[in-house]
């Protein structure tokens, strides 16, 4: 099986190239490094097959040869981070939007079956009690930088839907809940890295907001075994599938948790939204998943809760620590 993995040097994608490599699968990495790096991939590299192709999925030609050469691809390449998102709005509109056409109008001349990762931002302001498939979108206004990344995979989800009902081709759409683990870095803004960053330094942990906001992290460890699974079963095509975690915590409860798992002396501090991300950053109260439609499809089952999740991140910081001298 050659299997096509855009954004494989990210977090999630290099997770999926090591899971997809120990499956036997002859993998290529299309990826710009951008937010990624080659060190992601240290564990496959020099696997059977395995390719790494620096380079942009605007590149629609680049594209189109990898594709062609593909059985199947997974689509992960994105502009991802709250901070990528508002700092570089532009650039990550085009990512999201162009580079998932390439990717998808690809796929469907060459026939091969493709996966598009999503994102539960595309619930929006959403906050109901287990966000099912079919829940509605609640946005804030398209001038608040924020929600681009939410219209941009809800458009993203669309083109994958239509050229795949239209064309018989067999497509995935994944929704991830906040998933986290080790290689996550929290320079482009994702929250458990940072805290792991800066309880691990003693430094303050800095919760934006009020932190009563509530989350549920899910683990990469969980969240990647589904990808192939969902690509096996026709039942999922067409679809787009929620994929999460079980265990929700405020952000202030995290920031404890964190501490106390670190056995670290930082202290928690609280810095306004706006001072946090600029003018007019809106955050979502709480975001919760259903994913009874994984659980239905492929016996989706999260194992790992935020204890576990928290302690997995440490293990990988502190393996990766030089040794002093
Ligand atoms: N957050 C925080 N401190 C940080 C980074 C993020 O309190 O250093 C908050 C952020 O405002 C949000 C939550 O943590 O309420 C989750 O943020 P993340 O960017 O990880 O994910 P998302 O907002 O997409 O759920």
């Not at 040097?9 to 790096?37: E, M, Y």
């Not at 079956?113 to 829940?135: F, H, I």
Request: hydrophobic share 35%.
């Amino acid at each position: 099986m050659k299997t096509l993995v855009t954004g494989g040097a990210g977090f999630i994608g290099s997770h999926l190239c090591d899971h997809l490599v120990a499956r036997g699968h002859h993998v290529t990495v299309l990826d710009d490094l951008s937010t990624g790096t080659t060190e992601n991939l240290a564990g496959v590299l020099d696997a059977p097959g395995f390719t790494f192709v620096h380079g942009d999925i605007l590149d629609r030609d680049l594209v189109d040869g990898l594709v062609a050469e593909a059985d199947c691809v997974y689509h992960l390449a994105a502009a991802v981070g709250v901070h990528t998102i508002v700092d570089n709005p532009l650039r990550s509109l085009r990512t999201n939007l162009h580079g998932t056409e390439n990717v998808v109008e690809a796929a469907v001349a060459h026939k091969v079956p493709y996966m598009v990762a999503s994102t539960s931002e595309v619930y929006g302001k959403n906050d109901t009690d287990g966000l099912r498939e079919d829940a509605d979108r609640i946005y804030g206004s398209p001038t608040k930088s924020r929600w681009s990344y939410a219209a941009a995979k809800g458009l993203d989800e669309l083109v994958a839907y239509v050229h795949g009902s239209q064309s018989g081709v067999p497509c995935v759409i994944t929704r991830f809940f906040n998933v986290v683990g080790p290689r996550q870095t929290g320079r482009y803004g994702m929250v458990v890295p940072r805290f792991v960053g800066q309880a691990m330094a003693d430094e303050p942990v800095t919760v934006y907001g009020s932190g009563t906001q509530r989350r549920c992290f899910g683990s990469v460890f969980d969240v990647v075994p589904a990808l192939p699974k969902l690509m096996e079963t026709p039942e999922a095509y067409n679809r787009a599938v929620n994929l999460g975690g079980r265990e929700e915590v405020s952000i202030k409860g995290l920031a404890d948790r964190v501490v106390e798992l670190t056995g670290s002396t930082s202290v928690i501090t609280y810095t306004d939204y706006e001072e946090a991300y600029g003018e007019g950053y809106e955050d979502m109260q709480r975001r919760y998943p259903d994913t009874s439609l994984a659980q239905r499809l492929i016996g989706f089952e999260p194992t790992r809760g935020l204890d576990d999740i928290i302690h997995s991140i440490v293990d990988h910081r502190r393996a990766a620590r030089p040794v002093p001298a």
